[in-house]
């Protein structure tokens, strides 16, 4: 027997009833700020410290605090500012950690240096961020190196 439309429309209205519920215990949205936002506030500023390698046409970035959705914007505006240079070092000694999105930074402007004939090294990755590189295979294609001077040889 189909279902008739008053039908439908009483089974949405009780799912909507369900997932507003759902989202007022869950969420917490008597705070006004969803769950997911919680986990983030807790990310410590991204500091950046750009500067000139040893060796001419060498960019180095020095990374300071996690590299997360929440703070890699100015990082992201950073290395899209100009053309990179033939070798860029991004140094996260001092990432205490990494999400996906800043990963994906990473592998992006890794890709962007490759297309134009530069190179992208990353140096000082610590063994919470070398295991996400290594679940998700980067460390097979990024080059990583300990340290800003072993980057620069």
């Known amino acids: 027997m189909p279902i008739s439309t008053a039908a439908r429309r009483a089974h949405f209205a009780g799912s909507v009833r369900a997932a507003v ?50 703070n890699l914007f100015e990082l992201q505006s950073e290395l899209r500012r100009a053309l990179p240079p033939p070798l860029t070092i991004i140094d996260i000694t001092d990432v205490p950690y990494m999400d996906s999105a800043g990963m994906g930074l990473v592998m992006n402007h890794y890709v962007r240096c490759q297309t134009r004939g530069a190179r992208l090294v990353v140096s000082g990755a610590n063994s919470r961020v070398m295991d996400l590189f290594k679940v998700t295979k980067v460390d097979t294609v990024l080059p990583l190196v300990a340290s800003i001077d072993a980057a620069e040889e």
């Not at 990310?43 to 020095?62: A, F, M, S």
């Open 21 to 70: 519920r759902h989202l007022q215990n869950c969420n917490h949205l008597a705070r006004g700020i969803p769950y997911t936002c919680l986990a983030m506030l807790n990310d410590g500023p991204l500091t950046i410290d750009r500067h000139e390698g040893k060796n001419p046409g060498t960019q180095v970035y020095c990374l300071s605090g996690p590299l997360t959705l929440r």
